[in-house]
């Protein structure tokens, strides 16, 4: 079934070309991904914003131990592709998407499309053009000294592409800002600002009740911070990288930085990243929700159902 329905070159079929899995943070995602590609030969293809780092495994969540299913190796892609520090933005994510999943097609394998990134999964599947915009001095000091929630509104005046979902510094809310004033006025000279075309994949979503959600997110982060995820933040200090820099990552990066420069009290870190976590969860629904608003069918599975019975609803979908 899987090579009836790969389209070579990306191109258009009423039958879906590959498998999509997003959801929430904690929602279980990566188990049900790797186990489905398990049983459909499938390759993943990352949709994390934070994951293409080397270095900083605990604070994103790889967990790549879920790549071993029944003793195979699932293959990844995206993943520990460039070293901490590096500012990997949406047009790096759709090119290097697009070169993934056409090497995937070419070898007759079925990529898997997994992440909590709503923008970056939404760009892909929209085929949206995304250039390399360059540095905007002008905008950026007008922009300069604004605080982070007025950075946010702005950046959601833009339109639902350009939403405040995974924007939690002011840093990266100004680079938000200036490639989405950049895209707009080449969409205004250029209406039809296209490069990609869209991709029509079969949607699976994560779905889990909001309390049950919340209770993973906390369960987790204890977990991670006794696993060392510290540690792993001040590794990354050590080797170099300037705390604004781990800082422009947000969530557990920006907390522990704040922490470990003495900026925050461990207490004081704990419950403020655990808040964060939670407020980023519900942002990340409410991007999934837009997406079924702008013509997305998402097919939400139930994430409490045993695994095997998660892995046959996908299968049967497929």
Not at 53 to 65: P, R, V
Request: proline share 4%.
């Amino acid at each position: 079934m899987c090579n009836q329905t790969l389209i070579k070159g990306g191109a258009q079929s009423d039958a879906p070309s590959f498998i999509t899995i997003l959801g929430p943070t904690a929602s279980g995602k990566t188990g049900l991904a790797t186990k489905v590609a398990y049983h459909l030969d499938a390759e993943i293809i990352s949709a994390d914003s934070r994951q293409v780092y080397k270095g900083m495994d605990l604070g994103t969540g790889k967990d790549l131990d879920e790549y071993v299913v029944e003793g195979s190796k699932i293959p990844f892609h995206l993943i520990d592709i460039h070293p901490a520090g590096f500012k990997y933005n949406l047009f790096n994510y759709q090119h290097d998407f697009h070169k993934v999943y056409e090497n995937i097609i070419s070898r007759g394998k079925l990529p898997l499309l997994c992440g909590g990134t709503g923008l970056y999964i939404e760009s892909v599947l929209k085929g949206y053009h995304l250039p390399d915009v360059p540095k905007n001095p002008t905008l950026r000091a007008k922009l300069e000294g604004k605080d982070i929630e007025t950075l946010k509104e702005i950046l959601t005046s833009y339109g639902p592409l350009h939403n405040k979902t995974d924007v939690d510094s002011c840093q990266r809310a100004i680079r938000a800002i200036e490639i989405a004033d950049f895209i707009k006025a080449q969409k205004e000279k250029q209406p039809d600002f296209t490069e990609y075309p869209p991709l029509n994949s079969l949607i699976i979503g994560t779905k889990l009740d909001r309390d049950i959600r919340r209770k993973r997110i906390s369960i987790r982060l204890d977990q991670r911070l006794q696993e060392g995820m510290l540690q792993e933040v001040q590794n990354l200090l050590d080797s170099g990288i300037a705390p604004e820099d781990l800082i422009y990552y947000g969530l557990e990066y920006k907390f522990l930085t704040l922490h470990l420069i003495g900026r925050l009290s461990f207490e004081e870190m704990h419950d403020q990243l655990e808040t964060a976590i939670h407020q980023f969860a519900k942002r990340q629904m409410t991007w999934f929700r837009g997406m079924e608003r702008r013509g997305l069918k998402i097919h939400w599975v139930d994430v409490t159902m045993p695994i095997e019975q998660q892995v046959e609803e996908v299968l049967q979908l497929w």
